[in-house]
């Protein structure tokens, strides 16, 4: 599942050594880290573009070429003088986490476990002040959700893809205001 999400945020352009960092280390409901290959693939990637002379041109090498368990990639990446800016990172995750939930959740059935899934995502997540409205803790109690589930489902759904875009856009400002600092 990790391995699926880490290539949506390629796709969207949005990998950084922080997005990886944090994928080896492990995201709130996921029970694996990020594997080897999607590790090696994305220091392939870095690797084209780097001179020689890099400081971190042989950790990036070793990287790209090896198989490392977890606790060694994680290991070399810390050891970086690279500003892998961790708060955007975690923002990435947990934005495109969303997404795939989304995404493996069939949004044509109206059953209370589809409310649940997003119930449970937000809560291993730890509640953030920022998420939508509509699932906060403490806010909906989940007991009103049984009425009528295919109106609520809609409503949380929609509600959900709107803070995603959202999200999705105010991560990519950031991201291009940091690669000017």
């Not at 999400?5 to 996921?30: E, H, N, R, Y």
């Not at 977890?70 to 050891?79: G, N």
Request: charged share 25%.
């Amino acid at each position: 599942m990790i391995d699926e999400i880490f290539a949506l945020i390629d796709k969207s352009a949005l990998t950084s050594w922080g997005v990886v960092l944090l994928g080896l280390q492990g995201i709130p409901g996921c029970v694996a880290s990020l594997s080897s290959k999607m590790v090696k693939k994305f220091a392939e990637s870095k690797l084209i573009n780097m001179d020689t002379s890099d400081d971190s041109f042989v950790d990036v090498y070793t990287l790209a070429t090896e198989d490392m368990v977890s606790f060694e990639a994680k290991a070399l990446i810390e050891s970086f003088s690279v500003d892998m800016n961790l708060g955007l990172a975690k923002k990435i995750w947990r934005a495109f986490a969303l997404m795939y939930t989304i995404n493996i959740t069939p949004t044509s059935d109206h059953s209370f476990d589809n409310i649940l899934s997003l119930y449970e995502f937000w809560n291993a997540w730890e509640w953030p002040q920022d998420m939508p409205k509509c699932l906060r803790a403490g806010e909906f109690p989940i007991k009103q959700l049984k009425g009528n589930t295919a109106v609520n489902w809609k409503h949380i759904l929609d509600e959900h893809k709107r803070w995603l875009i959202n999200e999705i856009a105010c991560i990519k400002h950031e991201n291009s205001l940091n690669k000017y600092m």
